[in-house]
């Protein structure tokens, strides 16, 4: 069965303290691997898209890497605006359906 | 900004009543989802249209039932309603190619009393 799991599923970073989020994924094929930003009440945030193993992805603070079980979402010296939930979805060859993981919720004190 | 409206942002409404969530994307996406969000939950699949045409239907109670009236928009028509189905309503879309990214809209947050 396609899953995902995120860990962990809160995070208190302090502001400048680096860190990483992980998404672990059991899917029969990869179509591709999404990491969102989700503020309370709003929609989720597209971030990245990782489809093939070794890929990376950054965005200013934040960098994404991909492997053949697992991504990670690293954030370099965070700000207190960087908190929010984080989402990961993978999407699984031969479907339009996207598996969601419960998210790790981030917050980052000043 | 999100490329994906919702309307409206807020609903209330009564166990007998009738209304419906709307969806609009201008970007030429054609599939589009409506997904189901609880507090602290991730989205939820409900329906996902592909080309106009429904084409998942993750056993959603009948009191839900979705229209796709042509490729930018998207309706949730509600009925009957249980207070458990309040929440936060997301629509989605993405093109249909190898991967495609999922663009949220802002959600519609639905109570029912």
């Known amino acids: 069965e396609d899953q995902v799991t995120q860990s962990p599923e809160a995070l208190r970073l302090q502001e400048g303290e680096s860190s990483s989020l992980n998404c672990s994924y059991t899917v029969s094929g990869l179509r591709g691997l999404f990491w969102y930003r989700q503020d309370p009440g709003k929609g989720p945030e597209f971030l990245f898209t990782l489809y093939s193993a070794g890929e990376e992805k950054e965005k200013e603070r934040l960098k994404a890497t991909l492997t053949k079980k697992e991504s990670f979402l690293h954030i370099t010296a965070p700000k207190p605006e960087d908190s929010a939930t984080y989402l990961c979805?993978?999407?699984?060859?031969?479907?339009?359906?996207?598996?969601f993981g419960t998210g790790t919720r981030l917050k980052v004190l000043a | 900004d999100t490329e994906v409206t919702q309307t409206p942002k807020h609903l209330v409404m009564g166990m007998t009543n009738k209304k419906s969530l709307k969806c609009e994307q201008h970007m030429g996406h054609r599939a589009m989802y409506w997904y189901k969000q609880k507090a602290k939950k991730p989205p939820e699949l409900m329906f996902v249209y592909s080309y106009e045409k429904l084409s998942i239907n993750e056993s959603v109670p009948s009191r839900f039932s979705p229209e796709c009236p042509n490729s930018s928009l998207l309706n949730l028509h509600l009925h009957a309603l249980q207070p458990e189905d309040s929440a936060l309503y997301l629509c989605?879309?993405?093109?249909?190619?190898?991967?495609?990214?999922?663009?949220f809209g802002e959600g519609s947050r639905l109570t029912v009393l």
């Open positions: 979805a993978v999407q699984a060859e031969g479907t339009n359906k996207y598996i």
């Open positions: 989605a879309s993405s093109q249909l190619r190898v991967p495609g990214e999922l663009f």
